[in-house]
């Protein structure tokens, strides 16, 4: 997507942000908002598993079973690309959240996601294909002074400051990898970010990366764009991948606790 944003104005960015949702709440006026999924199910993370020549269909079905989360498939706009529910499949998920199972699932029957998505509706998951999961693209603002203010930096064993950032509601000396359901959970990895709003910023775009996957982004290439200024953190994409966003944000406002301890 190219970038069409003032790059030196940040508070102009933002109001152009604010201006455009205006026009859209004018226009067509306040709309009725269903009920999402829950943000614990969407970050909630799926067992790993594999599946050795099982069928498409079943290995969709374990996934929804696993997550928690009614997972639907559009068979007859699958096999539109000839893509059906007896198709055999070997492989494995990816650790993580539903999103990241569905990825390793769906790149067994579309290794580039060229003619699959999924979309996130109230109470289900829908997968079908590019041309059905489309949406509109939105641009939303999300105020994150609050989680803003509660980063700091990690502080070694004899209490200075390290590279790694943390939630001050986090175990000692636990950096932002601990937190549950992200990649190398438990583990320490090295930023060289220079202040909060760029490491909550690499935070979203890492732990909600499906957001801005081929998979649920339902653009080719995928339209993403998100940035913080002056506390909002803006984010463009799909209103499946705005839901994304919006269940890290509850999540992360509930202090979950890490899965390892630290000593």
């Known amino acids: 997507m190219t970038r069409i944003w003032p790059r030196r104005f940040p508070v102009v960015r933002v109001a152009i942000a604010a201006a455009i949702g205006c026009v859209v709440f004018f226009r067509h006026g306040p709309r009725a908002q269903p009920q999402e999924l829950p943000p614990e199910l969407l970050n909630r993370r799926v067992p790993y598993f594999t599946f050795r020549n099982e069928s498409f269909s079943d290995v969709i079905g374990r996934v929804g079973q696993a997550s928690g989360i009614r997972i639907d498939v559009d068979w007859p706009a699958l096999a539109a690309v000839d893509l059906m529910p007896d198709q055999r499949i070997t492989g494995s998920t990816y650790l993580g959240t539903v999103s990241d199972a569905l990825e390793g699932v769906v790149e ?47 502080t070694d064993s004899q209490g200075l400051k390290t590279t790694q950032w943390r939630f001050h509601w986090q175990p000692a000396r636990a950096s932002l990898a601990a937190l549950p359901g992200l990649p190398g959970s438990g583990m320490h990895y090295p930023s060289w970010r220079p202040d909060a709003a760029s490491e909550l910023q690499a935070l979203v775009m890492d732990r909600a990366a499906a957001a801005f996957s081929r998979l649920c982004a339902g653009a080719d ?43």
């Open 108 to 154: 067994r029957v579309d290794s580039i996601f060229w003619n699959v998505r999924y979309r996130c509706e109230p109470g289900r998951i829908v997968i079908s294909t590019v041309a059905d999961c489309a949406k509109p693209i939105e641009c939303r603002a999300y105020d994150v002074r609050d989680l803003l203010g509660e980063l700091e930096r990690v």
């Open 221 to 263: 290439p995928p339209q993403k764009i998100a940035w913080i200024e002056c506390g909002q953190l803006v984010v463009v994409g799909t209103p499946s991948a705005q839901q994304e966003v919006r269940a890290l944000l509850q999540y992360l406002r509930r202090h979950p606790e890490s899965e390892r301890k630290f000593r």
